[in-house]
């Protein structure tokens, strides 16, 4: 498969796209001194935010995409520096912070996988994630719908989008059963006004139907996105301004005295 993120495209809706983010950094308490990890990091440029906002010592920006760490360089020096690799291997031992923003509702098996991060954390230490929980919605209900259609799903090989996510209240429990002493756990709606329907296949462009982008060429993958604007079109409404509800995960937890593991 290929790397098929596009930053210019992500960053179309910079703006909407980096509140959650704010809003999940202001759970975050000061690490002065300490190690950061941003999983899921992207272009890096809100990683040198996180990094000024915990005042670390040095702060790791990890990405699986080589397009998005191609942009990261510009943000490295000054304690912050980025490498190539999977969340799913990473060994987060050793680090005061473990961040991620948009990244972990790409990574199947959360009821390994978060575990597996406590355990990283010793005492005092913080886990802080925003994902995107709106796999509900029309905009993601259409795209499977159309994976699905004998055309796509031979050119994907059956393949249709799943979501590891489990209910808010899961989460909750997770981090109690893990260690977290102390927790934030929160389901937030966040309502973003586009200019029209046709927005939010710009929108899906630059995360969603990525998913579907890397495993086709590119005349499929065309045949695919026709079909899918011209399906969702038909069922949007046709309001503008649009309004597009998107919501979203966000959890913090702090290690307690008998948290797991240690670093």
């Known amino acids: 498969m290929s790397d098929a993120w596009e930053p210019e495209q992500y960053a179309r809706f910079r703006g909407e796209r980096e509140q959650p983010f704010h809003d999940l950094l202001a759970l975050v308490e000061a690490a002065p001194g300490g190690r950061v990890v941003d999983l899921g990091c ?71 996988l978060f575990p597996r991060l406590a355990a990283t954390l010793g005492e005092g230490r913080q886990l802080a994630v925003q994902m995107p929980m709106n796999h509900d919605h029309v905009s993601h209900t259409v795209a499977h719908e159309v994976a699905r259609e004998p055309r796509h799903a031979e050119a994907l090989g059956g393949h249709v989008r799943s979501y590891p996510l489990r209910e ?59 079909d899918y604007r011209e399906r969702l079109l038909e069922v949007l409404p046709n309001e503008r301004p649009f309004l597009l509800p998107f919501k979203r995960i966000l959890l913090w937890g702090r290690m307690g005295a008998r948290g797991k593991g240690s670093a």
């Open 42 to 112: 992207g272009t890096g440029v809100l990683t040198r935010v996180l990094h000024e906002h915990t005042g670390a010592a040095e702060t790791v920006g990890v990405d699986r995409s080589e397009a998005m760490l191609a942009q990261s360089a510009q943000h490295a020096g000054g304690g912050i520096r980025f490498e190539q690799g999977d969340i799913t291997s990473f060994d987060a031992s050793g680090f005061d912070v473990v961040f991620s923003n948009a990244a972990l509702q790409w990574v199947d098996g959360h009821e390994a």
């Open 168 to 226: 808010v209240e899961w989460y909750a429990e997770m981090l109690a059963r893990n260690g977290f002493a102390e927790q934030q756990v929160r389901l937030q709606v966040y309502l973003h006004r586009l200019a029209g329907p046709e927005e939010v296949v710009e929108w899906m462009k630059g995360s969603l139907l990525t998913d579907y982008r890397t495993r086709l060429s590119s005349e499929k993958y065309e045949a695919y996105l026709a």
